[in-house]
């Protein structure tokens, strides 16, 4: 089962850039790479997901090297509102018992 | 588009009473569905999925069970209640590699 490996925590300042990476060193062929965003008491969302090289959409980008090792993903310009618990899951929802939540990332965004 | 509704939204429940959370999605159809258990700061665990109507998965041995009487409705239930199901519950559904979640409902065992 592929489990990841994330910071705990995160400090940012409005404006930045933030990288948050996620390590998977046994990813499967046929999984991909999700990131989900969490507010306090409510339920994740979906932000970004990728299988290899770049994605990007309007609120996110991930990067996913050859190896797929390994994913980071990329948030330009954060606001306060960004402040929150970010996964990185590992696993293709149409094989169900592949699916393993770490404890994410909290992400301070600080003014 | 499609959309996800849990209800209620929050519930406590004294120890020993029965339980029911209901989950429905709209905007798709023969979705797979999720339940999960999310405690104070820890990720999010699975209890059951279902890829059908009438077909259940258990990952988690509990007093919990899961029915899925309708293509887009996912029950959570139990009999008696006890201190240890206190937490942040989830519906999910998913088509093909993407799950997407419900608003959740804030349990609480007193």
Not at chain 1, 72 to 101: E, F, M, Q
Not at chain 2, 11 to 17: E, I, K, R, T, Y
Not at chain 2, 22 to 32: D, I, L, M
Not at chain 2, 47 to 73: C, H, K, T
Request: proline letters at 6%; hydrophobic letters at 35%.
């Amino acid at each position: 089962l592929a489990k990841t490996t994330q910071p705990v925590s995160m400090d940012s300042y409005e404006g930045q850039e933030v990288n948050i990476t996620c390590s998977h060193n046994n990813i499967a062929t046929n999984d991909y790479i999700t990131w989900y965003q969490q507010f306090p008491s409510q339920g994740p969302r979906f932000i970004i997901q990728g299988y290899k090289t770049k994605v990007t959409n309007e609120v996110a980008s991930l990067f996913i090297p050859a190896d797929r090792k390994s994913s980071t993903l990329s948030l330009p310009r954060v606001s306060l509102s960004d402040t929150a618990v970010y996964y990185c899951l590992v696993g293709n929802a149409g094989n169900n018992r592949k699916l393993i939540w770490g404890l994410g990332t909290s992400l301070a965004v600080n003014p | 588009s499609q959309t996800i509704h849990q209800w209620p939204a929050t519930l406590v429940q004294p120890v020993g009473s029965p339980l029911s959370l209901e989950c429905t999605v709209e905007g798709t159809s023969n979705p797979n569905l999720y339940w999960y258990r999310q405690a104070a700061g820890r990720g999010l665990q699975l209890l059951f999925y279902s890829v059908g109507i009438g077909q259940i998965s258990s990952e988690v041995p509990q007093n919990l069970s899961a029915s899925r009487p309708q293509d887009r409705q996912f029950i959570l239930s139990s009999k008696k209640l006890l201190l240890s199901d206190s937490g942040f519950y989830l519906c999910a559904w998913s088509r093909e590699e993407t799950q997407y979640f419900g608003p959740g409902t804030r349990l609480l065992v007193l």
